[in-house]
C-alpha cells in the first residue's frame, strides 16, 4: 500500500545530502536505528555479508566483489536495491509542476519510457540524479537514490503545490537484474519482458503480484529493474536465483561495475556543488528545456554550456596495480591540488586501475598526464574516454 507523504513527516532521516548514512541524523541519542531491506533475512541465509549503506544493512557481498563482478558481465546478478525511493506523482498539472524542478522535457517524454534527469538546486548544483517515467493515469514515476530520498522527498514537499499528491511507495521493493543472460532467465518467470527495449517498462503479472519493470540499470549491461511489493519479493528472489544465469551480487561489485560504466554515483561523483556540465551530463537537460528554461539554476547551466566549466569529470587509468581512492589529490607541477578523485579501484573487467575525478578543464582531454597524490604517495595517470566497457544496452524501435 502506498504512503501518501506530501501532507506527512517523513524527512525523520534526513542528514547531510548526498553522505552515506550513518543511523545518526543530527549526532543526537535519539537517532533512529539502521532499517532493514524486506530482504534482509534472505540476504543472510544466502551469505551475504551485511553493512549499513544509505541507512539500511544491505549486502556488500556473497562470495567476493572480483567473482560477483565478473558473473554480472557474463551472465546475470541480481542486486536488491529496495533502499531507493519509489515515488509517485499525481495531480492537475503534475508535469509542469515537476518541471519547474527538474531539466526533464516531460512534454515530450514518451509514456513507459523512463528518463534519466537531475534535481537542481538555484545555484545549479545537483541535489540528486533520478530517472522519471509518464505512466498512464497522469502518473510520473521517480526513483530516487537512497541516501538523498528523505532529503528529495522534503525538497518536493515544499516546492509543490497541494494540489499535487506525492506517494512514496515504501511497501514495494526494488530489485535489478543486470548482466547479458538476464533477459534469457526473467522471460523464462516474466513471459513478455523480452519484448521491452533499453529504457522502456510496462506492467507485468508474477503470480498474480503486479511488478512494473523497466529495461534499464546502473551497470551498463542489457537487464532490468523490477518494482515488486515487498511481501512478495522473496518469492521472486527465490525463482529469479534458480535460474542458472542468475545469481546474488552485492553492493561492492555493483560499485565496480557502475564505474566501469562511466555511471556517476550520488554523494561521490556528484553533489550540490557540482553542476551538470561539469559531470558530464548536459544530456539530461533537453532542447526545449535549454531555450525555455524555468528549472533551477537554468542560467549557470546555459553559461557553462556556452563557456565551458572551470572543471570537468573525466576518466583515468592508473599507472601500475595500485588503485587511487576517492578523496585523492589531482596536483598542478607545483604540487598545489587543482582536482579531487570521486571514485576509483581496480576495474576486475578492465585489469588496471581507474578513477573518476574533477580536473581543469585543460587537462580534460583524452591523452593528458594526470598526477595524483594520496597518503603520500604519488601516482601517475592518464585521462581517457568513458566508459571504460563498452555499453550493452538492447534498444528496440
Known sequence: MSRDVHNGPTDQFTQA?????????????????????????????????????AGYEMPVQYEGIMAEHLWTREHAGLFDVSHMGQ?????????????????????????????????????????DDLMLTRRAGGEVYI????????????????????????????????LALQGPEAVIALERIVPGVSALGFMQGDWFDHKGDRLWISRSGYTGEDGFEISVPSEAAE???????????????????????RLEA???LYGHDLDEETTPIAAGLGFAIKKRRREEGGFPGHERVMIEREQGAIVKRVGLIVEGRQPVREGAAVVDAGGSEVGKVTS???????QKPIAMAYVPVALAQPGARITLAQRGKVHHAEVVPMPFVPHRYVRKG
Open 262 to 264: 562511466d555511471l556517476p
Open 235 to 257: 518469492a521472486l528472489a527465490d525463482a529469479l536465483t534458480a535460474q542458472p544465469e542468475v545469481k546474488p551480487i552485492g553492493l561492492g561489485a555493483r560499485d565496480s561495475l
Open 344 to 350: 576509483g579501484g581496480f576495474a576486475p573487467t578492465v
Open 17 to 53: 545530502r548526498g553522505t552515506e548514512y550513518s543511523g545518526d541524523a543530527d549526532g543526537g541519542d535519539d537517532a533512529p536505528e539502521i532499517l532493514t531491506l524486506p530482504l534482509d533475512g534472505w540476504h543472510r541465509a544466502r551469505g551475504g555479508r551485511m553493512v549499513a549503506f
Open 143 to 174: 526513483v530516487v537514490n537512497g541516501a538523498t530520498k528523505w532529503d528529495d522527498i522534503a525538497h518536493f514537499r515544499e516546492h509543490l503545490a497541494d494540489e499535487i499528491t506525492l506517494n512514496h511507495l515504501d511497501e514495494q521493493a526494488l
Open 87 to 127: 515515488l509517485v506523482f499525481t495531480g492537475e498539472g503534475v508535469e509542469a509542476a515537476l518541471e519547474a524542478l527538474l531539466p526533464a522535457d516531460l512534454q515530450a517524454a514518451k509514456l513507459n519510457h523512463p528518463v534519466y534527469s537531475l534535481l537542481l538546486a538555484e545555484n545549479g548544483g545537483i541535489l
